[in-house]
């Protein structure tokens, strides 16, 4: 097999990187926008020593789940890469790709619940983030996604996966910013005022919370008054921020936040609870899968043990703590960004949860000082970033619990990994559930439980 290569291929199956996986003489070759059991033309476009990819050429026999894709931009832009699969077909496959992601990794052979849906398909994303960047010539204000595998920033008018209002807003912002001379931001020269737009909306309310990331270390005038203009328009937009970020990175948001109009946060409510959510704090983005996820967690502790006590690890504005709080005798919450633990703690007042308690830093120091303490838990939830834990926050994990182990994970790879971990401690999964939080994407949230079925060695890690 050589590049340029053209063939005649069948795929079989979605893969954990989003493509499809075919067979040509037995070489795997991962193909960009195909469907399973499909037949393709494609051309080579890499090869090396264990895969090839291709691109398709023509689809000579499309797959019964392939559809029409609402988004007209769906082929070049980045974001909601499988709009072209019907949706039953989405979820078989993010089944799968979890149950043979775990396998290949771990080499067990787990078995896998089935996948939970997205309640919606469509305007769930209740956190947003947009680049911005401008023309050249006409100094159009561009705000959108970027072009697959590019830093090609794609204008993006209308996205199904926004709600309306957003759509709406980000609009307006491009019209007004241009009138005002905001500039947009340049990568390659490091100049432009305006980074990215970050939006965060309540489900519940409608309420939305802007934040402008900005190339300046002051908020000037003219960011006020295009602020001054958006909550004029749409009585629905309650807080406006500034984020200043003038370093030359791909992180998104710098260190100082400072509010421009309103209190600087939203507030969520699901099942009568009630979320303080600040411009810097996590909170998942599709509320109503998270209120799945949040019910699947409690209903299997209440399955397992009475009043436990329960440590909410990487813990954002206490979403888990206060939802179990009702079924625990005293929950724990740690999480490293302080706006989001300043969060909880308020969190915690709103609800009432008095039996919860908010630490502040990073979990694996958190989780050192406790074992100095002496303090265990009969459950331990922890809800990472896609990189997971690391070692030694697991090591220490593992010693402060007696019990049970949940992990959620957006990241099934790295979920795999630290299972692995997990299990050279004496910790085995003996319950995995797929939820679709990201519909229209190839990504998808893993809840596993985990027990202690042999008792691990003193903790290694510990100074």
């Known amino acids: 097999m050589n590049l340029k290569d053209r063939l005649i291929v069948k795929t079989e199956k979605m893969i954990?990187?989003?493509?499809?996986?075919?067979?040509?003489?037995?070489?795997?070759?991962?193909?960009?926008?195909?469907?399973?059991?499909?037949?393709?033309?494609?051309?080579?476009?890499?090869?090396?020593?264990?895969?090839?990819?291709?691109?398709?050429?023509?689809?000579?026999?499309?797959s019964k789940c392939r559809i029409t894709p609402k988004c007209p931009l769906h082929n070049v832009c980045g974001s909601c890469s499988w709009q072209y699969i019907e949706y039953g077909e989405q979820l078989k496959q993010k089944e799968n790709i979890v149950k043979e992601t775990i396998k290949n990794i771990t080499g067990?052979?787990?078995?896998?619940?089935?996948?939970?849906?997205?309640?919606?398909?469509?305007?769930?994303?209740?956190?947003?983030?947009?680049?911005?960047?401008?023309?050249?010539?006409?100094?159009?204000?561009?705000?959108?996604?970027?072009?697959?595998?590019?830093?090609?920033?794609?204008?993006?008018?209308?996205?199904?996966?926004?709600?309306?209002?957003?759509?709406?807003?980000?609009?307006?912002?491009?019209?007004?910013?241009?009138?005002?001379?905001?500039?947009?931001?340049?990568?390659?020269?490091?100049?432009?005022?305006?980074r990215h737009i970050i939006y965060r909306k309540s489900s519940y309310s409608g309420e939305v919370l802007i934040v402008f990331v900005i190339n300046s270390d002051t908020i000037p005038p003219e960011?006020?008054?295009?602020?001054?203009?958006?909550?004029?328009?749409?009585?629905?937009?309650?807080?406006?921020?500034?984020?200043?970020?003038?370093?030359?990175?791909?992180?998104?948001?710098?260190?100082?936040?400072?509010?421009?109009?309103?209190?600087?946060?939203?507030?969520?409510?699901?099942?009568?609870?009630?979320?303080?959510?600040?411009?810097?704090?996590?909170?998942?983005?599709?509320?109503?899968?998270?209120?799945?996820?949040?019910?699947?967690?409690?209903?299997?502790?209440?399955?397992?043990?009475?009043a436990?006590?329960?440590?909410?690890?990487?813990?954002?504005?206490?979403?888990?703590?206060?939802?179990?709080?009702?079924?625990?005798?005293?929950?724990?919450?740690?999480?490293?960004?302080?706006?989001?633990?300043?969060?909880?703690?308020e969190n915690v007042k709103i609800n009432s949860a008095q039996n919860v308690e908010i630490i502040n830093g990073d979990a694996a120091v958190e989780f050192n000082k406790l074992i100095k303490q002496r303090i265990k838990f009969d459950v331990s939830v922890i809800d990472p970033p896609r990189k997971g834990c690391s070692k030694e926050a697991i090591d220490y994990l593992t010693h402060l619990t007696d019990k049970y182990i949940i992990y959620v994970s957006c990241n099934v790879s790295t979920l795999a990994r630290d299972m692995n971990i997990l299990s050279s401690y004496g910790w085995e999964a003996d319950f995995i559930k797929p939820i679709d939080m990201f519909p229209n994407t190839s990504h998808v949230e893993t809840i596993v439980m985990f027990n202690l079925v042999s008792q691990p060695s003193a903790c290694s890690s510990q100074p």
């Open 108 to 194: 067990k052979d787990y078995s896998i619940n089935t996948i939970a849906p997205s309640p919606i398909t469509e305007e769930y994303r209740c956190k947003v983030q947009l680049p911005v960047a401008q023309t050249k010539v006409s100094k159009r204000i561009l705000a959108g996604y970027y072009k697959k595998n590019s830093h090609e920033l794609i204008n993006i008018k209308y996205c199904f996966m926004h709600s309306k209002e957003i759509n709406e807003v980000t609009a307006f912002i491009r019209e007004k910013a241009a009138e005002l001379n905001i500039s947009g931001y340049n990568e390659k020269t490091l100049t432009g005022l305006l």
């Open 16 to 62: 954990n990187n989003g493509n499809a996986i075919a067979r040509f003489e037995n070489f795997p070759v991962f193909i960009e926008g195909a469907c399973p059991d499909e037949t393709l033309e494609i051309e080579i476009t890499k090869v090396n020593k264990s895969y090839a990819e291709g691109k398709i050429l023509n689809i000579v026999e499309p």
């Open 308 to 345: 436990p006590s329960v440590l909410d690890a990487y813990s954002g504005v206490s979403s888990f703590g206060i939802w179990l709080s009702e079924i625990a005798s005293k929950v724990v919450c740690i999480e490293e960004v302080k706006s989001a633990s300043e969060d909880a703690k």
């Open 223 to 306: 960011l006020t008054k295009l602020s001054k203009m958006i909550t004029e328009q749409f009585a629905f937009v309650k807080s406006i921020s500034a984020n200043f970020n003038t370093k030359k990175t791909n992180v998104i948001t710098g260190s100082r936040t400072e509010n421009i109009t309103g209190e600087g946060c939203i507030y969520e409510v699901l099942d009568e609870k009630k979320y303080k959510i600040s411009a810097g704090s996590f909170f998942q983005v599709n509320p109503l899968c998270a209120k799945e996820i949040f019910n699947i967690v409690k209903e299997l502790i209440k399955s397992k043990i009475k």
